[in-house]
């Protein structure tokens, strides 16, 4: 299965495994609840999905990588502990507790959260010494005398082993007491990820080229060579970075995060031809309504390549403002209802001057509770910043002065969404001239149709041409058709990039 379908289903287990009676025991008896068993090839994101679903079920988490652990700290440290039986007194070996059970302990103290997930990555890799620790742990859920708590499930997660030669086989035994899912890397359910991510255009732009490279393992006369999620995802935060500091990433950097020297070569070379793009077609230009004829007359002759990089550097810098859109849109959303709850204590009788200031503690106290319970995504965390931050810059003893600050951001929302439709407006301009009905076009209307945050933007504010070609064009599946049609293409060959 992909990550995707995995991730659904370990959501519905966590459900399942959760779900109470009417005297609050759980429904599957804990000795019934199976420990999920994920085996996939490294890097497709088996550990992200885990702090997703942790993250969106409102439970605990606890991660471990297994491999950094001895025997010791998993099942704790043996004591010599006196008891005594039928009258005579025995030297009884104990063991302290396990610093994995502890962490666990320590979850529910610091979140106040009674139920979770424990995930053990790299279940399979664990010295000898550990492994049948490991065993204990999947068939009895215990780490040598200590029980996982009630309410906490355990996940873990391997590699095969044509990935890892440290891989050890699971007998029948085991196999027979865990749910295994075997998940495989899948670039469709990867780009829905990483364009919530806001992983680099450029990266994407590549992909929707090459989606043969985005996982590789190949072993040659060098060695293992390998592509892999992480590496896309990890490569994207560098040139992030890099560009905030106006660096460039070379063929060289890019071998450190996508281990296969051809496909570092071709992503160095397509990602400057990507940036060139950018420069010479004035992208920037092109949203405000700027456009010279020998941009038009250039794109008659451009490969395909050239053509899908326009749209897909269009697409991205349209992005950029319905991100912004959004971000206005939640923090309003989260204003409103302080206010909202504020105004209505405000009209009680019983309401205190300093009502603002203990509402805005108890939210800012609610809202660092969720953060380290591990509740929200990096996006999340800088709404709540943003939100937090302008609450106690209009921090008020009455509700018409607080409201102030409240409706100058909803004058700022309106003005960027009106830029933003103007901006959306030139750029079908544009993707009309050069384009017309085409097969550009499917992909401009496509990718703003599957991007979550230009979606919700298009469903509150109206666009005839995007409903136009929303309903004309066969989302989805002519796009697929389309781009598959370039496995066949040679526009994109080594010797054009070295041309240029």
Same mark, same amino acid.
């Given at each position: 299965m992909n990550i995707e379908k995995a991730k659904t289903e370990i959501k519905n287990t966590v459900k399942a495994y959760l779900m109470k009676d009417d005297e609050g025991a759980y429904v599957i008896p804990e000795i019934r609840q199976r420990p999920l068993l994920l085996i996939g090839p490294p890097g497709i994101g088996k550990t992200q999905i885990i702090e997703q !679903?942790?993250? #969106?079920?409102?439970?605990?988490? !606890?991660?471990?990588?297994?491999?950094?652990?001895?025997?010791q700290s998993a099942v704790g440290l043996p004591f010599i502990k006196e008891e005594e039986f039928e009258g005579e007194k025995y030297s009884v070996t104990e063991y302290t507790m396990s610093e994995i059970i502890a962490s666990i302990y320590r979850k529910m103290r610091e979140s106040g959260l009674k139920e979770g997930i424990l995930f053990i990555d790299e279940i399979n890799c664990v010295s000898e010494t550990l492994a049948p620790t490991m065993l204990q742990f999947l068939q009895c859920k215990t780490f040598g005398n200590q029980k996982i708590p009630e309410g906490w499930l355990i996940v873990a997660a391997g590699n095969p082993p044509e990935y890892n030669k440290s891989v050890k086989e699971f007998d029948m035994v085991t196999l027979d007491r865990v749910r295994k899912l075997e998940v495989e890397a899948e670039l469709d359910v990867w780009k829905k990820y990483a364009r919530n991510q806001h992983v680099n255009s450029a990266i994407l732009s590549y992909l929707e080229l090459r989606p043969q490279n985005f996982y590789r393992v190949e072993a040659d006369v060098d060695g293992m060579q390998f592509v892999t999620a992480r590496?896309?995802?990890?490569?994207?935060?560098?040139?992030?970075?890099?560009?905030?500091?106006?660096?460039?990433?070379?063929? #060289?950097?890019?071998?450190?995060?996508?281990?296969?020297?051809?496909?570092?070569?071709?992503?160095?070379? =397509?990602?400057?031809? =990507?940036?060139?793009?950018?420069?010479?077609?004035?992208?920037?230009?092109?949203?405000?309504?700027?456009?010279?004829?020998d941009i038009y007359e250039r794109l008659t002759r451009a490969s395909f390549d050239e053509r899908l990089s326009v749209v897909n550097l269009l697409n991205s810098a349209l992005m950029v403002y319905f991100s912004k859109v959004a971000l206005y849109h939640s923090v309003a959303d989260e204003w409103f209802a302080f206010l909202k709850e504020f105004k209505a204590k405000r009209e009680s009788a019983d309401a205190g001057e300093k009502l603002y200031q203990t509402m805005l503690d108890e939210y800012v106290c609610n809202i660092e509770s969720n953060r380290k319970a591990g509740f929200y995504t990096r996006s999340q965390e800088k709404i709540y910043r943003k939100i937090i931050e302008l609450l106690k810059e209009n921090a008020a003893a009455d509700f018409e002065t607080a409201r102030t600050g409240f409706d100058k951001w909803c004058e700022e929302l309106e003005k960027l969404e009106e830029k933003t439709g103007i901006c959306l407006e030139n750029a079908f301009d544009f993707m009309e001239a050069a384009f017309g009905n085409g097969q550009e076009m499917v992909i401009f209307v496509t990718e703003l149709t599957i991007n979550s945050e230009s979606s919700v933007y298009l469903s509150e504010n109206k666009c005839d041409r995007y409903m136009k070609y929303n309903e004309q064009l066969l989302i989805g599946t002519r796009k697929a058709q389309l781009l598959s049609m370039l496995e066949k293409d040679e526009i994109y060959e080594t010797e054009h990039m070295r041309d240029f």
């Open positions: !679903v942790a993250r #969106e079920c409102k439970i605990g988490l !606890v991660s471990y990588t297994i491999t950094h652990h001895t025997r590496g896309w995802e990890d490569l994207s935060n560098l040139i992030e970075a890099y560009n905030a500091l106006g660096l460039s990433v070379d063929e #060289e950097i890019i071998y450190e995060f996508l281990q296969h020297q051809d496909i570092a070569k071709d992503v160095s070379a =397509y990602i400057d031809l =990507y940036y060139k793009y950018k420069d010479d077609y004035g992208i920037n230009d092109i949203l405000e309504g700027n456009v010279t004829s």
